[in-house]
């Protein structure tokens, strides 16, 4: 029988198309009786943070997340006119309206709030560009906020909430657990991160996407430094652990995707094999 780790929380890095990495993780934790109290999560790791946490676990996750249906989500043929709209600057705030993606979430989870959620409780972080500040939401429609936490810059049209407009979580929180530090229910954090492996040939090369990357990784690399020194100032345990996997395209293959879901199990395996030490 598995059992919630008291203290336990684990939080889930933004990575361009890290979930998978960051659902493998999970389901290989949770396959080893590892439940952590908490869960955090940003971008990437806000839409696998969010669906584990919303129930919805092991081969059920897995399946989902490798299925035709859940791959093709992500993408929708307004793109072809939304483009040069944000080429321009002239009529679209992203290339993708995020549509399809929401409908499959409120199909999954209906109208399910994240504070309803039982153990794990959740934390998503999202970018209030209404309000022009990062904000770690736990409370809410659990599909709507997942939704606003993935909604990349640009890629994506914000997502409204409530009235309030909405973008990707890593923008101002790319590891999510500043709001633990000076909580006396989380004394142990696991952070996950998933980083890309650069294959390109071309020394230097930068795509689009290895720019969005950098822009988020210079101000958290900062911010992260200034955390670990409170954590420790503070008493509190930070594990770092990461997954490399190889540059994702813009349309995985159900095999690609097993292959970086086979990676977050592989990290979790090591950590897990590190605790037994």
């Known amino acids: 029988m598995m059992t919630v780790e008291r203290g336990l929380g684990i939080s889930l890095a ?35 943070g969010g669906m584990w946490a919303g129930g919805l676990r092991g081969d059920d996750l897995r399946e989902e997340i490798l299925s035709f249906g859940f791959r093709r989500s992500f993408y929708d043929f307004s793109a072809i006119w939304r483009t040069w709209g944000v080429l321009t600057w002239s009529y679209s705030p992203g290339i993708l309206s995020g549509g399809r993606m ?19 409780s959740l934390d998503l972080a ?21 939704m606003a936490s993935i909604s990349m810059p640009l890629v994506f049209c914000p997502k409204e909430v409530d009235g309030e407009q909405y973008l990707d979580g890593g923008i101002s929180n790319e590891t999510p657990y500043t709001h633990w530090l000076d909580d006396q229910q989380v004394d142990r954090i696991l952070v996950h991160r998933v980083n890309q492996e650069d294959t390109s040939s071309g020394k230097g090369f930068m795509n689009p996407g ?31 652990v990461e997954t490399i996997q190889p540059y994702p395209g813009l349309m995985q293959s159900k095999r690609k995707g097993q292959a970086l879901f086979d990676g977050g199990a592989a990290t979790a395996r090591r950590w897990l094999e590190s605790r037994k030490s």
């Open 126 to 146: 999202v970018a209030n560009i209404s309000r022009n500040i990062g904000e770690v939401k736990s409370t809410g429609r659990l599909a709507d906020f997942i």
């Open 14 to 48: 933004s990575s361009f198309y890290g979930h998978y990495a960051h659902c493998g993780f999970l389901c290989e934790l949770e396959k080893a009786g590892v439940i952590p109290a908490r869960v955090a999560g940003a971008s990437a790791g806000a839409l696998a």
């Open 210 to 240: 290895k720019v969005i990357s950098s822009i988020h990784a210079i101000p958290n690399a900062e911010l992260d430094a200034y955390r670990l020194r409170q954590a420790e100032a503070s008493g509190k345990e930070v594990t770092v």
């Open 102 to 120: 929401s409908r499959r979430l409120k199909h999954l989870f209906g109208d399910k709030r994240i504070e309803d959620l039982s153990e794990p």
